[in-house]
Nanobody
Framework: VQLQAYGGGLVQAGGFFRLPCAGC????????TGWFRQAPGKEREFVAA????????SYEDSAKGRFTISRDNAKNTVFLLMNSLKPEDTAIYYC???????????????WGQGTLVTVSS
């Protein structure tokens, strides 16, 4: 499956973004899907994940209560809604798909190109 994340840009602290990740080539409903991010000079880190059917989700601690991952399998798209954004959320955000659900990068064999989110203070 090929993935394309988009919808990033520049926002002020306290603002929000909704990032879609569109799948093509294969049905995204067959894969668990995750969002990861990589800030300048840092390792790529887990943000959120959702199971194939969308019934179970998990979040990195700083994302809990602010971010929501969801999916619309009919539209072959996964979303990351980010509220109350902080400057430390500035990063390139990647969506990823894999056969197993979890927070480890190694579980995901398919990755999108990433979209940059910049949060100004």
């Amino acid at each position: 499956v090929q993935l394309q994340a988009y919808g990033g840009g520049l926002v002020q602290a306290g603002g929000f973004f909704r990032l879609p990740c569109a799948g093509c080539g294969r049905a995204l409903r067959n894969y668990a899907t995750g969002w990861f991010r990589q800030a300048p000079g840092k390792e790529r880190e887990f943000v959120a994940a959702i199971t194939r059917g969308g019934l179970t989700t998990s979040y990195e601690d700083s994302a809990k209560g602010r971010f929501t991952i969801s999916r619309d399998n009919a539209k072959n798209t996964v979303f990351l809604l980010m509220n109350s954004l902080k400057p430390e959320d500035t990063a390139i955000y990647y969506c990823a798909a894999g056969l197993s659900y979890g927070s480890h990068k190694s579980l995901y064999g398919y990755w999108g190109q990433g979209t940059l989110v910049t949060v100004s203070s």
